[in-house]
């Protein structure tokens, strides 16, 4: 008899007999799997108990094996149960090896510590690079460790950020003095900065050569230069992901430096008794303050009578709890100030603050890793220019995050939930005479889920981002992909694309060469009802990104990548500079572009980024070139921003020598083709009505106007500088050494032009030859 499905389709016996025998072969596939386990831990630093990140971890003999994150965490899965041995291999560390045996269905939680090598550079060590690059996606991404900002010419003898952050090939920096970072034709305002998880509004002082986070407290940065997956949110360009280290949890240690730029302290130790089993809880502390603004009268006369008129202070501090099985809980916070004191024309102060907590938790029994984040921060900037107005910003606000990851064999499923709420206060003058006031307030809310499936040779990595903003009534869906395909072991071809959005927009103009202030709005809700004439359905900025390269380890150790890249902004916010009307109804009949505060924009930014790298011994080469395009359209014209710079090259090197290897030698070259700039067309007088009919213009001054000539028609000379570093340390015992730097930036004293000031037809040049001496302590 014929049996009866629920549709309504007829089977007989033989096919029911089959239905039974696929689900037997079914049951015991699901019974084999069973017969697995899970290995999973953190590998530490056996000298200072940090987490050692990036690290290969393995079972010897066998295929299985993965690298550690960020937090130093690790876990392999679906390993058939049996008697293994774990080890542990990272450069500059001696292997770690753990005999243990693994059970069905068991969780084995293992910590490994590594010792430090006591044997010289000249030996091979392997890294967990190559591993990591066959294993993850990771499209547009530089990583940077303490290892890596070492490894370039420091200015003032202190490695930065904001140093090694030019040479990344897609970064722009537009300037020493007040300069700017843009990424692969992305504005600062629409590149996303965190720091343990906070939103950062201000990652850079206004010198433009120091970043305001002290190099020692960083364990790694992840700088994406488009293309990055739907983790990240809320800004259409790049992203820069910070994490600090947690101090030292064996013992107190300590740095002091000193150079004519700045000094700092740092301090870092165990909290309590950490000899327990129970668990281990570190502190550390960093105060750093700039006196450049006093010592360049001195040591630079050559750089003007008001020398180099820029101080500021950055202080961190952070603890952080861990629990035997190595749940952690760090809090932490930091003051950052800026001054620049222009004593004839203006004055700028800006004040950051923030505090935050995160989290990681490893349940004993779950295969998932929980991470967490709840932070507050607050940037405030004012300007006080010659005629007393003054221009004032503040952004404030909370973020938090909760994400859950899985992994799943070499697979891996990551989902979270993300909330924020910011505050905005702006203010500022017109050139006429009329002030513009804002206070906003707005919340967003997002959720995302990330999937990594490695099929043979082939990597993917879908993702999707749901956005919610409040303040726009809006919605946001973002797909995102991102691929790899292992062609050879030496040899990936990879891609990346999605889509993005943004609701801050900056209270500058992208037109402006310099801008030390720095204003941050809510999308404005006044924008035109059309642009180009289509109607304005939401106010976000919008962005799809499209990447495409290979990576290639060529021999004698020896990287390359290449890659190629496209990002359409199909709509940007932008201050209106050729706003002449108020926006009200007696000018009802007039042209958006000629009464809105601000107008829209469409923009491309296309290009190729080249990489050659060698790290081998004591020897370090990093060769970049970029070639790009970016254009923008206002509805009237099309135009290249002031940061369009079309060639962009840097070469550094590093070179470590001497008997017991305390000299190294460092190097690099910029070369860049000239910004676009507006040429002067004339000069006319003009009037300022500031009392209305009541202005007497036959008595009253006039002023004198520029007549600009077509927006960004003329391009610069070429950029170019050498900065070049001598070190030497003197090791005292194991744990006291001291390290004299020589360097000089801009060593053949190019003269290479920042701007032009049209009013006092005066030349302003970026910094010129700058020697320093520093020294710096550890202990």
């Not at 932070?375 to 107005?389: K, V």
């Not at 960004?712 to 340390?729: E, I």
Request: proline share 3%.
């Amino acid at each position: 008899m014929p049996l009866i499905d629920i549709v309504g389709n007829e089977f007989d016996m033989k096919d029911l007999k089959k239905i039974i025998l696929l689900l037997c072969f079914i049951i015991a596939g699901l019974q084999l799997f069973a017969q697995t386990g899970t290995i999973r831990g953190f590998v530490y630093d056996k000298t200072t108990d940090e987490p050692v990140i990036f690290t290969n971890v393995y079972l010897k003999g066998t295929n299985y094996g993965t690298s550690t994150d960020v937090n130093g965490f690790y876990s392999i899965s679906k390993v058939p149960v049996g008697n293994y041995t774990l080890m542990s291999t990272s450069i500059g560390y001696d292997t770690a090896s753990v005999e243990l045996a693994l059970k069905k269905n068991k969780i084995l939680n293992q910590k490994l510590y590594l010792s430090e090598k006591t044997i010289s550079l000249d030996v091979v060590n392997i890294s967990a690079d190559k591993q990591e690059a066959k294993t993850e996606v990771k499209v547009s991404v530089t990583k940077i460790t303490l290892r890596e900002l070492k490894q370039i010419p420091t200015i003032g003898g202190e490695a930065d950020l904001a140093q090694y952050m030019q040479i990344i090939p897609g970064v722009i920096f537009t300037g020493d003095q007040g300069g700017q970072l843009y990424i692969r034709g992305g504005s600062p305002i629409q590149n996303k900065v965190i720091l343990d998880g906070m939103v950062i509004y201000n990652p850079f002082h206004s010198i433009g050569l120091f970043s305001v986070f002290d190099s020692d407290i960083i364990r790694n940065v992840d700088v994406y230069t488009g293309g990055f997956n739907a983790e990240y949110g809320g800004r259409i360009s790049g992203i820069m992901d910070i994490t600090t280290r947690d101090g030292n949890r064996n013992k107190f240690a300590g740095k002091f430096s000193a150079n004519p730029f700045m000094s700092k302290a740092l301090f870092e130790g165990p909290l309590g008794n950490n000899k327990n089993k129970s668990g281990s809880n570190a502190f550390i502390l960093s105060a750093r303050t700039s006196y450049l603004e006093q010592s360049s009268k001195i040591l630079y006369p050559h750089v003007g009578e008001n020398g180099l008129p820029y101080n500021f202070l950055d202080l961190y501090a952070k603890t952080s709890f861990r629990g035997a099985s190595g749940n952690k809980l760090n809090l932490f916070g930091f003051n950052h100030r800026d001054n620049v004191n222009f004593s004839s024309s203006s004055n700028l102060n800006w004040n950051a603050t923030g505090v935050g907590t995160n989290f990681v938790i490893v349940p004993a029994t779950s295969m998932v890793l929980i991470q967490g984040y709840f932070a507050y921060s607050n940037f405030r900037n004012s300007l006080i220019e010659s005629d007393s107005r003054p221009r004032y910003s503040e952004i404030g606000g909370f973020n938090s995050t909760l994400a859950f990851t899985y992994f799943i064999g070499q697979d891996e499923l990551k989902y979270g939930i993300e909330m924020l709420g910011f505050e905005t206060d702006f203010e500022y003058w017109t050139p006429v005479g009329q002030q513009v006031k804002q206070n906003d307030f707005t919340s967003e809310l997002a959720t995302y889920l990330k999937y990594k499936k490695i099929i043979n040779k082939i990597l993917v990595e879908p993702s999707f981002r749901i956005h919610y903003y409040s303040s726009q009534g809006t919605v946001s869906l973002e797909p995102r992909f991102g691929s790899k395909y292992n062609v050879t072991d030496n040899f990936r071809i990879k891609f990346a694309g999605g889509f993005y959005s943004q609701n801050l927009v900056s209270a500058t103009s992208d037109r402006d060469v310099v801008n030390l202030f720095s204003g941050y709005l809510s999308g404005p809700s006044d924008l035109p009802e059309s642009f180009d004439g289509k109607l304005i359905l939401h106010n976000l900025q919008k962005a799809r990104h499209l990447i495409a390269g290979f990576e290639l380890n060529l021999p004698k150790n020896f990287d390359l990548n290449i890659e190629g890249y496209y990002k359409y902004f199909p709509q940007l916010t932008n201050i209106n500079r050729n706003k002449l009307f108020a926006d009200d109804d007696s000018n009802a009949d007039k042209e958006d572009y000629l009464k809105k505060d601000f107008i829209i924009e469409t923009a491309k930014a296309y290009g190729t980024d080249f990489l050659i790298k060698y790290d081998y011994k004591r020897l370090y080469l990093w060769v970049g070139y970029s070639i790009a395009y970016v254009t923008r359209y206002d509805g009237l014209i099309t135009y290249p921003p002031h940061f369009d710079r079309r060639h962009n090259s840097n070469f550094v090197g590093s070179y470590t020598f001497g008997k017991d290897l305390n000299w190294e030698f460092g190097a690099r070259w910029n070369l860049g083709s000239g910004f676009p700039f507006t040429k002067t067309a004339g000069f006319y007088p003009s009037f300022n009505f500031y009392n209305g009919i009541n202005t007497d213009y036959t008595t009253a001054n006039e002023n004198v106007e520029v007549l600009y000539g077509t927006l960004n028609n003329g391009r610069l000379p070429y950029y170019h500088r050498l900065d070049c570093s001598l070190k030497r340390k003197f090791q005292f015992s194991n744990d006291a050494t001291l390290e004299a730097v020589v360097s000089v930036t801009n060593l053949y004293n190019r003269s290479n032009i920042f701007f032009f000031d049209r009013l006092k037809y005066e030349r302003v040049d970026q910094l010129p030859i700058l020697p320093t001496i520093g020294l710096s302590m550890k202990f």
